[in-house]
């Protein structure tokens, strides 16, 4: 829930930097479980009173999550190295999702790169320091 929050509120439109595995996954994670409660409880509700006008609830979250869903792809995808462009590949058909499937599971790369620090290594500053009191002790 920590990931699907950050992503929502904290980087809801941010196409800048870079997202960890774990950031795009557990966003991924409890964005498919909320779509199957969704659907589970208005369809239900929609089949039992014959009014599929509930469903547009679905359709509104679909809309509102169109763009952080995009944005933590797109920083994914600078985590390992790539643009955000390259998530069009996903469009040939066949390789195409398969590789970006790869990508997003493949792990990013160690140190900053051309989109910014190492997510993974968010208090490096502070660990340096660290090693530097302990070295200099």
């Known amino acids: 829930m920590k990931y699907y929050l950050k992503v929502v509120r904290d980087n809801y439109a941010n196409f800048n930097g870079r997202a960890r595995r774990e950031e795009y996954w557990m966003f991924t994670l409890f964005n498919i479980i909320f779509i199957i409660a969704i659907m589970t409880v208005f369809g239900g509700i929609a089949a039992a009173t014959d009014t599929p006008a509930l469903l547009g609830i679905y ?16 920083r994914r995808l600078h985590d390992v190295g790539k ?15 398969i590789w970006i499937f790869v990508l997003l599971v493949t792990e990013g790369d160690k140190g900053t790169n051309q989109y910014g620090p190492d997510p993974k290594l968010e208090n490096a500053d502070e660990i340096n320091d660290i090693g530097k009191t302990q070295i200099e002790a």
Do not use: D, E, K, N
Not at 83 to 97: D, E, N, R, V
């Open 83 to 97: 643009s955000g462009w390259f998530y069009l590949i996903g469009a040939i058909p066949f390789i195409g999702p």
């Open 59 to 74: 359709g509104i979250y679909i809309l509102g999550i169109f763009i952080p869903s995009l944005a933590v792809i797109v």
